[in-house]
């Protein structure tokens, strides 16, 4: 028998689909690290939005899902009737929250299975068609690498946006540097740019089954009285 020919060099380099794997698994773990910032980044949103005292907002609002903190922090801005610049973009920032929300819960809840190869890069799918009880309620879409980079790059662009409206106004920042690395950001990034956000999230309509449209019985006219 001969002996066997064993290649040296890296694992990625041997099994080139490890390496996209652990790109993929590089993204996720990158993802879940920036949505735990975001948790608390809304936090601290909601209570500069309240005035609510850090002490006081510890007690009675913590913890504080990302779910509950969207609707609070709408409800804050429509009771004190806020029309400012920061509350307007708040507002739009926050829908894209709610739809990579959505993302969070089904990675968790459903995760990601993986597929195969499609067009040189590695598939995975999020989908519950087997588990779900009901066929309205089936989610069932792909996922790699470049969605979740698509993901982080809101998430990331959302927690800059966070952090320039905690420190405003900018110009009473003391410190020189933090003023004017906040000024670059809030400069270069924001949420009003046309195609600011790369992620849509998949609304599974086309999953649903439709029903088909019920024929409209016809009634008969009533029958003619005899003159």
């Not at 948790?39 to 500069?48: D, P, Q, R």
């Not at 969070?104 to 598939?123: C, L």
Request: aromatic share 8%.
């Amino acid at each position: 028998m001969g002996k066997t020919k064993w290649k040296t060099g890296t694992l990625a380099e041997i099994f080139p689909e490890i390496k996209e794997h652990d790109e993929f698994i590089m993204e996720v773990g990158k993802f879940f690290e920036s949505f735990s910032t975001l948790e608390n980044s809304l936090f601290l949103v909601l209570l500069k939005y309240s005035k609510v005292p850090y002490d006081i907002g510890r007690a009675i609002l913590s913890p504080l899902r990302v779910d509950d903190a969207i609707q609070k922090i709408k409800r804050v801005i429509s009771i004190r009737k806020m029309k400012s610049k920061q509350s307007k973009e708040m507002q739009y920032l926050l829908s894209q929250v709610a739809s990579i929300n959505k993302f969070r819960n089904d990675m968790i809840h459903i995760g990601p299975t993986y597929r195969g190869i499609s067009k040189n890069i590695r598939e995975y799918v999020v989908s519950n068609k087997k588990v779900s009880p009901r066929k309205g309620e089936f989610k069932h879409f792909p996922i790699n690498v470049d969605i979740l980079q698509n993901v982080n790059h809101d998430l990331e662009l959302i927690l800059l946006i966070i952090l320039c409206q905690l420190h405003h106004p900018l110009n009473k920042i003391n410190d020189d540097f933090n003023r004017i690395l906040l000024q670059g950001i809030r400069r270069e990034n924001s949420v009003n740019k046309p195609h600011a956000w790369l992620y849509k999230y998949p609304e599974p309509k086309s999953l649903r089954q439709r029903t088909p449209a019920r024929k409209k019985a016809r009634i008969a006219p009533p029958p003619s009285l005899p003159s």
